[in-house]
């Protein structure tokens, strides 16, 4: 099985979620940390639309200035853009496999995409 993981290194979560995703062996995965490579903003669309939630929802809000940009209240393409420009504004783990995306917050939602 495929999967793709949106990481940051110094999260615990992420690498937490990594761990799990790599103790598999069944797993063909690919890790892209998204603050030396975000995703695109079309990408981001994608991620969220397949999660089943809305942009805002995949917001980061602690250590960033969103709430004070709007963005948990703004429209979707605000909410992306500023992602797209600002990565770290991104709620990680991210987790992609052929069942779907996830915000993998707590670690074990990753199991439910495997």
Do not use: F
């Not at 995703?21 to 063909?28: G, M």
């Not at 393409?77 to 783990?93: C, E, H, K, Q, Y």
């Amino acid at each position: 099985m495929k999967a793709t993981i949106w990481h940051n290194p110094k999260c615990g979560t992420s690498r937490k979620v990594l761990a799990i995703l790599q103790e598999r062996p069944e797993v063909d995965l690919t890790v892209v940390e998204y603050l030396k490579a975000p995703p695109t903003r079309a990408k981001l669309a994608q991620l969220y639309a397949d999660a089943g939630i809305k942009p805002a929802e995949g917001l980061r809000l602690r250590g960033t200035d969103a709430a004070e940009r709007g963005l948990p209240d703004a429209d979707d393409g605000t909410v992306l853009d500023a992602m797209a420009s600002d990565p770290i504004l991104i709620n990680r783990p991210l987790v992609e496999t052929e069942k779907g995306v996830a915000i993998c917050r707590p670690q074990d939602e990753v199991l439910k995409l495997l």
